[in-house]
């Protein structure tokens, strides 16, 4: 589904400071990129992170939640499409890792599409960037007023 590394960097050398440690992932070609990434966060326990990317995918649904009746639309994209920007944070919420993340993504005529990525299938490649904020935790709930999982702190 995936493979990756961890970025060597130094230590925390003082009790104040927190640890982050950094992956470069590469993802499988056909795999779902919110399938690979949540395995990822969970196999690594990562409740408190961010992450970004490039690549391409064939397939992406995007949400939009409609302020005035709180409610979801989702659509589906099926078409060659290189990722601009994948761009998001890792949060808890339930006791697992939580996504929250944003695609923008050229077609074939150069026009983008984007927004609040559901998923999508990758067709080529998807390369990230995952940082793990280890030494915190930040959970989510739902907001009745927006609609919205909002952080928890």
Known sequence: MYKYVQVQEKAPQNAGETG?????????????????????????????????????????????????????????????????????????????????LHLTCSRRDYTCIGGHLLDARINGACELFVEDYCLTSAGRYQDPDTGLNLYKF
């Not at 992450?51 to 302020?67: H, M, W």
């Open 20 to 100: 982050i440690r950094r992956y470069i992932l590469s993802l499988d070609n056909h795999v779902s990129i919110q399938e690979a990434l949540m395995a990822f966060c969970k196999e690594k326990q990562i409740f408190a992170g961010k992450v970004g990317g490039l690549g391409a995918v064939n397939s992406a649904t995007f949400r939009f939640l409609d302020p005035s009746t709180l409610k979801y639309v989702d659509k589906t994209f099926e078409e060659q499409m290189e990722i601009t920007n994948l761009t998001g944070n890792i949060s808890k919420k339930d006791g697992i890792p939580y996504l929250h």
